[in-house]
């Protein structure tokens, strides 16, 4: 597989912080720690600072749930509780994530957040990229990376995984 390359200065210029409000995706594994709800919460006050298209939920496997499908699930379901609590409408906004984690026997996986994602990136102009903010597995990312390669030179992926 080939991926677009993008030149040393597009990179470094993309690494400075904006001095403007940037159109953002939030994919979390809203379930998994609290810091991810308040994430959310903070991203949607924040109009002045960010412009938030959608949510998408991440999986994640530990005590909390059976499998990282079933992480993803409650991530989504804790995404949809807080946006009733914030009077937000789900509809068009929050997608559905991975399954699972990607492996040699996963290239990726096509699912309702990696499509949305490659949607909204390849409508975003080069000169200004959508941000992506990512919280937890890398999943949803990877796998819309994989499933569209091109997306790369439409995004800016911030990662605290």
Request: aromatic share 8%.
């Amino acid at each position: 597989m080939e991926f677009p390359e993008i030149s040393e200065a597009t990179r470094l210029a993309r690494l400075n912080p904006p001095n403007r409000t940037v159109r953002i995706v939030l994919d979390t594994d809203t379930y998994n720690e609290i810091d991810d709800q308040f994430a959310v919460v903070y991203a949607l006050l924040s109009p002045e600072a960010m412009k938030v298209e959608a949510i998408y939920a991440a999986p994640f496997l530990n005590r909390k749930s059976e499998s990282p499908e079933d992480g993803m699930e409650k991530s989504y379901e804790e995404i949809l509780r807080l946006l009733k609590r914030m009077n937000h409408s789900p509809e068009g906004f929050v997608f559905r994530g991975s399954p699972g984690f990607l492996h040699n026997n996963v290239p990726a996986y096509d699912t309702p957040a990696a499509r949305d994602l490659i949607r909204r990136a390849m409508n975003s102009p080069e000169e200004d990229p959508l941000y992506v903010v990512a919280i937890g597995a890398i999943t949803n990312v990877a796998s819309a990376i994989l499933l569209e390669p091109e997306i790369i030179k439409h995004i800016v992926v911030g990662w605290l995984g």
